[in-house]
């Protein structure tokens, strides 16, 4: 039988050699090992400086470009659009600094904004019971404005196509008023709308050729991009042209601009319209649109246009030359 003061001298002769071994390893390798860490942290603190240094420049620049897009706004969209009018509609979720910057660039380029619709979250519902309301809805303001009866789809987001068709005829019409609804077959529908939560108008708006459709801000993915590429495919189809505008917040895979590429009905998007150059692409886009260029993708997500051609501002659009013959 084995001792038990053979065991106790086994274990103290075990921890003996584990502090002998870090003893050793901390007086021969110390060295090595400091140097090593003290390199990579060296370098760390150096790259991490440089990538300081960098996004500082760039921000410099970037505010440097903003600055000098704001400065030269005038010579770049005034008078661009004159006699044009152009209607709003807003997504729930839409930054407001885009909503009034955008405002701000139609007057500059001498568009007459006739007004502002918002889209409210229960537009965005897409359960059952809200796709029949709205799509009931839809048939009845259409038959009180003596429309035809919405389109009818098999799509999940029939309910909103159904109703954004009526609201767009309500919103625009292509020939300048001449051929839409009238006033107040226009008011009953966004007053219908309105008294049911799905939209809120203030005003009525009067009739625009052209619209812009604000997209909601926030990171992707977005709550209810079918809808809202649905919408704005409504929008186009009234119009002589509808630019979706975004915020820089909301690029990337799954963004509402990003999907309405599939569209069959695609608009011209911008995606900087929080900033003072993407501002000024939207009129001009809208500029594009009416002057018969195909829709097109602007701003500074991967695989978009930095801007459109430049446009002489001094040409007369396409609804302002119509308005000057009458």
Do not use: C, W
Request: hydrophobic share 45%.
């Amino acid at each position: 039988m084995i001792d038990f003061r053979y065991h106790l001298v086994s274990i103290i002769a075990v921890f003996l050699a584990l502090a002998v071994g870090l003893v050793v390893g901390s007086t021969a390798l110390s060295g090595k090992a400091e140097q090593f860490l003290s390199q990579a942290q060296h370098r760390a603190v150096a790259n991490n400086q440089r990538l300081a240094k960098d996004n500082g420049l760039l921000n410099n620049q970037v505010s440097a470009d903003q600055a000098f897009a704001q400065a030269n706004a005038q010579r770049l969209i005034g008078g661009l659009l004159p006699h044009d009018k152009v209607v709003i509609v807003v997504a729930p979720g839409a930054h407001s600094a885009v909503t009034a910057g955008v405002t701000a660039a139609l007057h500059q380029a001498g568009a007459t904004v006739t007004g502002e619709v918002d889209l409210q979250q229960s537009f965005m519902d897409t359960t059952a019971a809200n796709e029949t309301a709205l799509t009931d809805l839809a048939k009845s303001l259409a038959a009180r404005a003596g429309l035809a009866p919405p389109a009818q789809s098999q799509s999940q987001v029939a309910g909103q196509q159904a109703a954004a068709q009526v609201l767009a005829a309500a919103l625009l019409d292509p020939a300048g008023a001449t051929t839409g609804l009238s006033a107040k077959a226009s008011a009953a529908i966004l007053t219908g709308l309105e008294q049911n939560g799905f939209v809120s108008a203030g005003s009525t708006p009067a009739t625009a050729t052209q619209a812009v459709f604000i997209a909601p801000g926030g990171a992707p993915p977005q709550n209810g991009s079918e809808v809202l590429v649905a919408v704005a495919a409504q929008l186009s189809a009234a119009s002589t042209g509808t630019v979706m505008a975004g915020s820089v917040d909301s690029i990337g895979a799954g963004s509402v601009i990003r999907n309405e590429a599939s569209s069959p009905h695609p608009v011209s998007t911008v995606d900087n319209a929080d900033t003072e150059s993407g501002q000024i692409i939207v009129v001009q886009a809208l500029k594009d649109l009416l002057d018969g260029k195909a829709p097109a993708k602007y701003g500074i997500d991967p695989g978009t246009a930095p801007s459109p051609p430049p446009t002489p501002s001094a040409s007369p659009s396409a609804s302002s030359a119509a308005a000057g013959g009458h």
